[in-house]
């Protein structure tokens, strides 16, 4: 099973609405990071949350994280086309700082107009 | 600022040709530098990972190499490929200083036919 599971694994929202992407770990989290991946490029750094409660906004998407959950729930307020794209956590799996961070499945998000 | 660079953006190959996927980052020094493959359907693996010139780190048993001949250089490589080494490829790196940041390069689609 994965270490890391993102649910929905595809979302479709009419633009204007606003959604919900989780990421729920099966081992303890030390940090966790939100990427987004147009299809067939490479991967934009969009957040990274590393102390339990934290939330971090940027633009209209807001990342929190619960540690004692182990999960992460990325947020997106009044979705527009320029959000759609696949939504990929990636967790720290020591507290050394290894830099070595395994990723999610990933959430593909389509926004329709 | 830096870059990092990956090419050759798409590649088709038989089974049981070699290949070789380059990767080399501008404008910082001594990298880690990271090899990731995202399969369909499949979050992101990690394949390899280099702290340092020749020194690379295996993640998973597989039919591929990785080389680090230059500071910010990193090649995958294989000598004989397999309809499974089919995948979208990412070269990463990160600042080495304990931030895990990745900066992901745009990626290689690679179809073994």
């Known amino acids: 099973s994965q270490e890391l599971e993102q649910s929905p694994q595809s979302l479709i929202v009419q633009e204007g609405k606003n959604l919900t992407i989780n990421c729920t770990s099966s081992?303890?989290?030390?940090?966790l990071y939100w990427y987004k991946q147009k299809y067939g490029e490479g991967l934009i750094f969009l957040m990274m949350l590393q102390k339990g409660g934290e939330e971090k906004s940027h633009e209209k998407i807001t990342a929190k994280l619960d540690e004692k959950k182990q999960q992460s729930s990325l947020h997106i307020t009044a979705s527009q086309p320029s959000h759609a794209g696949i939504y990929l956590c990636?967790?720290?799996?020591?507290?050394?700082?290894?830099?070595?961070?395994?990723f999610g499945t990933g959430t593909r998000l389509t926004i329709i107009p | 600022s830096q870059t990092i660079h990956q090419w050759p953006a798409t590649l088709v190959q038989p089974v049981g040709s070699p290949l070789s996927l380059e990767c080399t980052v501008e404008?910082?020094?001594?990298?880690?530098l990271y090899w990731y493959r995202q399969a369909a359907g499949r979050g992101l693996q990690l394949l390899f990972y280099?702290?340092?010139?020749?020194?690379i780190s295996s993640e998973v048993p597989q039919n591929l190499s990785a080389s680090r001949p230059q500071d910010r250089q990193f090649i995958l490589s294989s000598k004989k490929l397999l309809l499974s080494d089919s995948g979208f490829y990412l070269c990463a790196w990160t600042q080495g200083n304990g931030n895990e940041k990745l900066f992901f390069g745009s990626g290689t689609q690679l179809s073994v036919l």
């Open positions: 990636g967790a720290d799996r020591s507290n050394f700082g290894n830099e070595k961070l395994t």
């Open positions: 081992k303890t989290l030390y940090g």
């Open positions: 404008g910082t020094s001594n990298p880690n």
């Open positions: 280099s702290v340092g010139i020749g020194q």
